[in-house]
Nanobody, 117 residues
Framework: QVQLVESGGGLVQAGGSLRLSCAAS????????MGWYRQAPGKQRELVAA???????NYADSVKGRFTIFRDNAKNTVSLQMNSLKLEDTGIYYC???????????WGQGTQVTVSS
């Protein structure tokens, strides 16, 4: 009973920036972590960045130094600041939330990020 709504996707030229945001609503408690995954054309869905309730973060090697994940616990939101975007960053970005125990996972509907040359 958790809903995740992403916003901020769009079209941007290589080298530019975007900020994605995800708002969680519903039965929000016992959140273990929130994060962002992406699905590029022809590839498996992959973890981009995650942040735990205590603030620990993890990033895919391909985005380290370029992307930053933030949480606002009071607002139950998570954001992803994406800088120095590359063509290979193109894909559908999904907000992810894990709560528990028992472990339950929730996904947003996805937002398209397209990086052009």
């Amino acid at each position: 009973q958790v809903q995740l709504v992403e916003s901020g996707g769009g079209l941007v030229q290589a080298g530019g920036s975007l900020r994605l945001s995800c708002a969680a609503s519903g039965s929000i408690f016992s959140i273990n972590l929130m994060g962002w995954y992406r699905q590029a054309p022809g590839k498996q869905r992959e973890l981009v960045a995650a942040i735990t309730s205590s603030g620990s973060t993890n990033y895919a090697d391909s985005v380290k130094g370029r992307f930053t994940i933030f949480r606002d616990n009071a607002k139950n939101t998570v954001s992803l600041q994406m800088n120095s975007l590359k063509l290979e960053d193109t894909g559908i970005y999904y907000c992810y939330l894990e709560r528990g125990p028992p472990i339950r996972a929730y996904w947003g509907q996805g937002t398209q990020v397209t990086v052009s040359s």
